[in-house]
């Protein structure tokens, strides 16, 4: 099985909300990925854990936080978002994130709106 | 530093005739290589992957590509094109030297005609 689910699969929310997006794998995968993705671009990198510690974290503003519970799931918990990070957020995931060749498998992503 | 071009932003292709998505990359060490599909409002599937092997690579629903290292291209293909196979496609480097980042191209969207 090569899934990795997120959820919401839609999220609209406000300027001072709070919220959160989910992603869970069961493959045993121990480095887990947050891209974000806008239209008609390819996805972005903004955060890598591996075995559970954050690894990479590609400058991204404050107001996105993840988050690494365990091995198998992984949050992006938002606040004091923008209009502008409005985007398709995609979560990934991949054996040990070690090898260059290793596949990133990638959830059916989150649709965010922020008004 | 490691980029990759993505030759064509649309293709438009007739059902039943061959498919060819071009992609160009640079790397000072040899990469891996990927393809991914995204149908519309979905996430990424993997195609294919090159990883030093065999230079032709066969994949999923048809697709192959072929790693040529003189031209620093992997170009996919696919022998006859289905209504199925409209979508985005991006091709993806990623090197060690790198920490195993993926770096994508800006993606081709194919179309598909009846």
């Known amino acids: 099985d090569t899934e990795v689910t997120q959820t919401p699969k839609h999220l609209v929310m406000g300027m001072t909300n709070k919220k959160s997006l989910k992603c869970e794998q069961h493959?045993?995968?121990?480095?887990m990925y947050w891209y974000k993705q806008k239209a008609k671009k390819p996805p972005e990198l903004m955060f890598v854990?591996?075995?559970?510690?954050?690894?990479i974290n590609e400058s991204v503003p404050s107001r996105f936080s993840p988050e690494c519970p365990n091995s198998s799931l992984l949050n992006l918990h938002l606040h004091a978002l923008q209009p502008e990070d409005s985007a398709l957020y995609l979560c990934?995931?991949?054996?040990?994130?070690?090898?260059?060749?290793?596949?990133?498998?990638f959830g059916p992503g989150t649709r965010l709106l922020v008004l | 530093a490691q980029s990759v071009t993505q030759l064509d932003s649309h293709v438009s292709v007739s059902e039943g005739t061959p498919v060819l998505l071009r992609c160009n990359y640079s790397?000072?060490?040899?990469?891996?290589l990927f393809w991914y599909v995204q149908h519309p409002n979905k996430g990424l599937q993997l195609l294919l992957k090159y990883t030093s092997a065999a230079t032709l690579v066969k994949g999923i629903n048809g697709f192959e590509a072929e790693f040529k290292k003189s031209e620093t291209s992997f170009h996919l293909t696919k022998p006859s094109a289905h209504m199925s196979d409209a979508a985005e496609y991006f091709c993806v480097v990623s090197l060690k030297a790198a920490g195993n980042k993926l770096t994508f191209g800006g993606g081709t969207r194919v179309l598909v005609k009846p």
């Open positions: 493959m045993g995968h121990r480095a």
């Open positions: 854990y591996s075995y559970e510690k954050l690894s």
């Open positions: 790397s000072s060490y040899s990469p891996s």
């Open positions: 990934a995931s991949s054996q040990r994130g070690t090898g260059s060749e290793e596949t990133q498998y």
